[in-house]
């Protein structure tokens, strides 16, 4: 956990081994206090506009908004050495976008922000929320930066197992309209299926066409095996995953019984375990330590006890605070020891 200046304000709530710490008050106050790089993580999801009030009578909306997130998101960081991200959405009223998150990227940006390209997290939108004229919102941007290349990360973590051997069904289209890959056939499975057919219409069930690949020398090796160039060294050919990269849609579910929690429907805008999952999973390292801001049901922490990590988390309203203990002893989950 890091280590806070004396003037920091101290936690409303912790488990007894302090793997998890709860603070009541503005993220801001807390984030001014803390050292640089000291949070592997930061993973969170802001008020959205003036959307709700949350009992707080919270009603910034457009560049004010803006701003607000900028100040915030930069503390945030300074004290991250890791990813910082922000599941955030802005407005629409009268048939206009409020654009907050083209904003913010673009305030951060020109602030000397390293942003990442923005993962999308995407979900089936509330029916009607298209209007009369548009179309459903299903997707909500995740604003990220990081300060360079991450210090821990496993991008494969929430991965999948390769559909396609290398060379297989990634193709392009030649004047003809068939399909060829970079070894002249049509794709084939790793199973050495085939979408190729003979003359009399059978599946052609041939050696797969990524049997083998060039090095960066041009050499044809074979995908497992290596060979030495002239000076002696030895060229690995490729070998396939056993995850692949999961790609910056992420698809979740939202709503009543898939959130993970019944106590998340006590938050108004509640996002489901299995979005925090991702990044945890992705991008901080086992006994890490994740920050969320705006802790609300506390889904972020609960996730993150249970995949042994270190969580803190803040939020402006005691009533969420009492909701995230209400949450996490409940589930009973065994805590870092």
């Not at 990220?144 to 999948?160: E, F, I, Q, V, Y």
């Not at 049997?211 to 050919?237: C, F, I, N, P, Y």
């Amino acid at each position: 956990m890091p280590e806070a200046t004396s003037d920091v304000m101290e936690p409303t709530w912790a488990t007894a081994d302090g793997s998890v710490q709860l603070y009541l008050g503005d993220c801001l106050d807390w984030l001014r206090a803390q050292p640089d790089d000291s949070i592997d993580l930061v993973f969170c999801s802001p008020p959205y506009e003036a959307a709700r009030t949350y009992g707080i009578d919270f009603n910034l909306k457009g560049q004010a908004f803006v701003d607000w997130c900028v100040e915030r998101y930069r503390e945030c960081y300074r004290v991250c050495r890791g990813l910082v991200a922000w599941v955030i959405e802005g407005q629409t009223r009268q048939f206009q976008w409020s654009a907050v998150p083209a904003l913010l990227m673009a305030d951060l940006h020109r602030a000397g922000v390293k942003l990442r390209k923005p993962p999308i997290f995407h979900r089936v939108g509330i029916p009607g929320s298209g209007g009369p004229d548009w179309l459903r919102n299903d997707y909500e941007f995740i604003v990220c930066a990081s300060k360079g290349k991450l210090p821990w990360s496993d991008n494969t973590a929430m991965g999948h197992p390769p559909k396609w051997a290398p060379g297989g069904e990634m193709s392009y289209r030649l004047s003809d309209g068939s399909r060829r890959n970079q070894w002249g056939g049509c794709g084939h499975a790793l199973d050495g299926s085939s979408t190729e057919r003979k003359r009399d219409g059978s599946l052609k069930v041939a050696k797969r066409p990524s049997h083998k690949l060039t090095t960066k020398t041009g050499r044809l090796v074979d995908k497992l095996q290596t060979k030495s160039d002239a000076d002696g060294k030895r060229e690995q050919g490729y070998t396939v995953p056993t995850l692949a990269n999961p790609g910056n849609v992420i698809k979740g579910i939202v709503g009543g019984g898939v959130m993970g929690s019944a106590l998340a429907h006590e938050n108004e805008a509640p996002f489901p375990e299995s979005l925090a999952e991702f990044f945890v999973r992705s991008f901080c390292p086992p006994r890490g330590t994740v920050l969320d801001c705006f802790a609300g049901s506390g889904t972020t922490l609960a996730v993150v006890g249970r995949l042994n990590r270190h969580a803190v988390g803040i939020d402006i309203r005691k009533s969420q605070i009492e909701l995230i203990k209400r949450r996490l002893v409940s589930v009973q989950r065994e805590f870092i020891a």
